[in-house]
Structure formats: structure tokens, C-alpha cells
């Protein structure tokens, strides 16, 4: 034969190798029961060149490499299989895999340098086996059985006894990404730079994931062992771990991973901020991440959030003296997550009824009702009542947009926040007042009483469009040859001026807003009608 026709046999065979399939189902093999989750990998030597994850009947197809000589099976909760795939010519392969009842068992492992020695050294290792076996999991079912998401990001600001105040949430509804918490730096970044970096006088924070909890070097750069048990916490031990070493100037973390030994999962992972200032330290800022297994095997990080610092400001924002901290939380949640075999998953959430009636009870159908800091609208329905579902746990003010004074972008705002809290519904009632009693609720001086006498409602904005919060206005009545002066005082959190007193119909008043140590303002003149009046002022860039 043609060398060259001998060499298009070899392609060819070679093709045919390298497109051959391996299927088969991995068990207990105690029970017998199907195992989902379990992770296949198939190795050329040491390195990984591809990997699979079982589903829920225990299940696995995975495309085998001509160079694939083994195949590892890993599941959090069972002692590893290997097998060698050059003794095994079937394209099918069962797997059972003995289950380890306190995943505790002493491995001999080679710990970091620096790292003192410790009698549970050997046992905290081998949790960290079966974690990092639980991590894989994660890794994989995100690469080759990825969930459509529906994701909700928020911050949440506390006061100075750590309560939440308010919080703003973002509801990402694409409906498309595939993952929920991803790390900015690799784990040897983090190892070697630690946690918080510094751009422009800004601390950034940063948090691990499971790819860099998995990573070696990670593991090479830190010092492990076993923690306290938690009486809340049946059938879980705690897994800590610290920095090897720990340098001035360089921000770590030390960590507590649980692991469910009964279930045999990873439940969650909390991790606070080591080699910061005392003030940033009272406010223990860190981290939690949490996971979650679904029936079909997949692994989510189900939620994540930050706890970081956040300099107290006066009332007109700016920084108080004596630099002094208060708690903000940043994170996220999934909401909702599908997979193309029509498996789907809810979180559990909390829900909001909101009945809006005006002034004399009847229900109000033409309103847009939001809550503010996020991006949740809906519509009353006949009876007036407007519903939000699927809202993270905290407080939230009602905002109603009512067709009187949406023309300059006010609402108005319930008077308390109402809570939300998980797997219930909260009901409360909006009343909507006419705008006139709008106006008179938030008068400068006295209340409204004479729904018929003129008002004035003034929206300040900042250059952006944005609310300027407790900037100054002035108002003054026009007199022929000059003007005198009727009120002054400040917008409120809104960049709103309610005003109806010292005035009449038909005035002609001069109004003007600025900030604080601004030499240029913003105003304009406007006649009092005889219904009401309302306006916007845009204030000018800041100086």
C-alpha cells in the first residue's frame, strides 16, 4: 500500500478513536442506588482532557480522547474509583463507589509551609478531599450541564446596629446566563496578593469560588484543619482554614467551608476579611457563599454575598469627621434556574400585595406602583391591588406613580418600609391622596386644610436626572421694581419642596435651588395657578 494511502488509514482510524463515546452508570455499592453528581474524568496521565457529571438516574455519556488512558470518578461522600481504560476495550462502563460514613477517614498529605502541626491534620485533610470532590461538582455541572438562570443582585446599607435600613435590588430577568458567582482572580492572584487591592484610593473586595477554593494552589497557601461543631448545625463539620502567610499590608481571609455528612454536600462557606485597619475589623466584614443540589446532580451556588465597610456620611453625603464605619452588604441570588431537560427550581422567596385606594377608599387602577431601588413595577388590577413575587428577604418602600404628578417624576412613597421574609406574603394598603393633599401633607409650615388653595411642588435634580437630595431652595414673591422674599429651606431625600403657604393666586414667584458651597445656581419664575403648580429645576454640574 501507498504510504500516503496508509496515512489516510491512520486518519481515519484515528478519528474514529477519538470519536468514541463511553456511557455507563455509576451506584452505591452497598445500596445499589444510582448516584447523581458524580463526576467522571478521563486522564492522559495527569492531565484532565475531558469530564462529565452523572444525572439523576446515576447516568454518564462523555466523549473519549484517543489519549485517554484512565478515568477517575469523584463524588463527595464516596472513595474515588480510578480505572484503567487500556485494560477495559467496552464502551460501556458501571461504576460502583463505596460510601465513606464520616468522611474523616486519615489521609497522609504534605501540608503547606508555615502551617503549624496539628493532631487533626490528617482528618481535616481528607474533609478537604471529599470538599473539594463536592467543588468539582460545581465546576463541571456549570461546563457541561449549565442551568438558564433568572439572577437578583442587591446591596443592602445598615445602621449602626447593624439593621437593614434599606437595600436596593436588581433583577437580572435575561433568563440566559449560566452562572451564578464567579471569582475575578485566580486562586494564585489571590495567594499572592491577597483579597482587597487598592485602584484609585478605592478598596476593592474580592471573594474565592469554587474553582479557586479547588485550585492547588490555593490548598499550597493555606493551612487547614478541623473547627467546632455547631449545635445548630446537625451532621456538619466545619472545615477552617487560614493563610500560611500572613504578610503586613496584604489582606487575606480565613474561612469556615461545612460540610453536610449525612447528606454528603457542601452547604455553605463563610470567610471574614484578616489584616485590616481596627475600625474596618468592628464591623466584621467578610463573606458567605451557599450552595445547593438539585435532584438531576447539578451544584449551584445558590447565593453570595459581601459584607464590606462603608465610611458614615452626614445628611448632605458627605464623609463625617473621625472616619467611623457602618456594614453594607453586596450579593446576589438565583431565583429561578431550568435545564434544557425541563428540570426547574424556584427559591424559596418572599411576596408583596399592595392594595392602592385613594382618599376615599375606591381602588386606584390607573397607577404605576414600583418599589423603590429596584427595577419591580406592576399595574393594580381591578381591585386595585398590585403583586410582587419572587422578592429577597428585607425592606422596601412602595412608590405609586400617580398620573397627577408623574409629569415631573414624583411618587409617592409609603411612610414605612414593609418587610419581606421568605416563603410568605405581606399585605398592606397604599393610600393615594389628590395632589392637592399631596402637596398639603408635606407643607413647609402647617398642613394643608383648604384642598383649594394654590400649592407648589418643586422636583430639584442633579445634572443626571437623579434626585438631589437636601439641596437648598429659596422662594420669592415678584414685586413690581424688585422681589421679596417668602421661604427657604431644603429639598427632602427625594429632591422634593412641598410648599403652600404665603401664597396667592396669580403670584408670580422667583424660585432657586443649589448646593452646598456651589457659587452658580438654577432658577426660574412661574405664575401660581389656581389648581396647583409644579415644576423641575436641573441644577447645574457641581463646580
Not at 67 to 74: H, K, P, Q, Y
Not at 333 to 341: D, H, M, N
Request: neutral net charge; contains cysteine.
Amino acid at each position: 500500500m501507498p504510504r500516503w494511502g496508509i496515512a489516510l488509514l491512520l486518519s481515519f482510524v484515528a478519528r474514529i478513536l477519538s470519536a468514541q463515546t463511553l456511557t455507563g452508570t455509576v451506584r452505591d455499592s452497598a445500596s445499589r442506588e444510582p448516584i447523581p453528581g458524580a463526576v467522571i474524568l478521563l486522564l492522559a496521565d495527569t492531565t484532565t482532557v475531558a469530564r462529565a457529571i452523572t444525572n439523576e438516574l446515576g447516568r454518564y455519556r462523555i466523549a473519549r480522547p484517543a489519549s485517554a488512558s484512565r478515568m477517575r470518578v469523584v463524588r463527595i461522600g464516596f472513595r474515588p474509583r480510578a480505572i484503567d481504560l487500556r485494560q477495559v476495550p467496552s464502551e460501556t462502563i458501571d461504576v460502583d463507589m463505596p460510601s465513606i460514613t464520616t468522611m474523616l477517614e486519615p489521609v497522609q498529605v504534605t501540608a503547606a509551609a508555615g502551617c503549624p502541626r496539628r493532631s487533626d491534620r490528617n482528618m481535616a485533610f481528607a474533609l478537604l478531599e471529599q470538599a473539594r470532590a463536592g467543588l468539582l461538582t460545581t465546576v463541571v455541572a456549570r461546563e457541561t450541564d449549565p442551568a438558564s438562570m433568572v439572577r437578583m443582585s442587591f446591596e443592602r446599607f445598615m445602621d449602626s446596629n447593624d439593621r437593614v435600613v434599606r437595600q436596593t435590588v436588581h433583577v437580572d430577568s435575561s433568563d440566559g446566563v449560566n452562572a451564578s458567582f464567579e471569582a475575578a482572580r485566580s486562586a494564585s492572584e489571590f495567594v499572592k496578593r491577597g483579597f482587597v487591592s487598592d485602584s484609585a484610593g478605592l478598596a476593592i473586595f474580592y471573594g474565592p469560588d469554587a474553582d479557586v477554593l479547588l485550585d492547588d494552589a490555593f490548598v499550597a497557601g493555606y493551612c487547614f484543619h478541623l473547627g467546632d461543631a455547631d449545635p445548630a448545625r446537625p451532621h456538619q463539620v466545619a472545615l477552617v482554614f487560614n493563610a500560611a502567610d500572613q504578610k503586613k499590608g496584604r489582606i487575606d481571609i480565613e474561612g469556615t467551608l461545612w460540610v453536610d455528612t449525612a447528606a454528603r454536600a457542601l452547604r455553605d462557606l463563610n470567610f471574614q476579611y484578616r489584616g485590616m485597619d481596627r475600625d474596618v475589623s468592628a464591623i466584621h466584614p467578610g463573606g458567605r457563599t451557599s450552595f445547593r443540589e438539585m435532584t438531576n446532580g447539578t451544584v449551584l451556588i445558590d447565593r453570595w454575598v459581601l459584607r464590606l465597610p462603608a465610611a458614615r456620611r452626614n445628611e448632605e453625603g458627605r464623609q463625617m469627621r473621625g472616619v467611623r464605619y457602618d456594614a453594607t452588604e453586596t450579593g446576589g441570588e438565583v431565583a429561578r434556574a431550568s435545564w434544557p431537560t425541563g428540570e426547574l427550581w424556584f427559591a424559596k422567596l418572599g411576596a408583596l400585595q399592595a392594595k392602592v385606594v385613594d382618599s376615599a377608599g375606591a381602588p386606584v387602577t390607573n397607577a404605576v406602583v414600583q418599589l423603590d431601588g429596584t427595577n419591580y413595577s406592576a399595574r393594580p388590577d381591578s381591585a386595585g391591588v398590585a403583586t410582587f413575587d419572587a422578592l429577597l428577604p428585607g425592606p422596601y418602600f412602595v412608590m405609586v406613580v400617580d398620573s397627577a404628578v408623574a409629569s415631573v417624576g414624583m411618587s409617592i412613597r409609603s411612610s414605612a418600609p414593609l418587610v419581606a421574609a421568605r416563603d410568605s406574603t405581606v399585605h398592606a394598603s397604599i393610600v393615594i391622596p389628590k395632589a392637592g393633599q399631596y402637596a398639603g401633607a408635606g407643607c413647609v409650615a402647617n398642613a394643608l386644610t383648604d384642598e383649594a388653595a394654590p400649592w407648589l411642588l418643586i422636583r430639584v435634580n442633579n445634572p443626571n436626572d437623579r434626585p438631589a437630595r437636601n439641596a437648598h431652595w429659596r422662594l420669592s414673591r415678584s414685586l413690581r421694581g424688585g422681589s421679596e422674599a417668602v421661604e427657604q429651606g431644603r429639598a427632602d431625600a427625594d429632591g422634593v419642596v412641598h410648599y403652600c403657604m404665603k401664597m396667592a393666586r396669580d403670584d408670580i414667584v422667583l424660585i432657586t435651588a443649589w448646593r452646598d458651597r456651589q457659587s452658580v445656581n438654577s432658577s426660574l419664575e412661574r405664575e401660581i395657578s389656581r389648581r396647583g403648580t409644579i415644576v423641575t429645576l436641573v441644577l447645574p454640574p457641581p463646580n
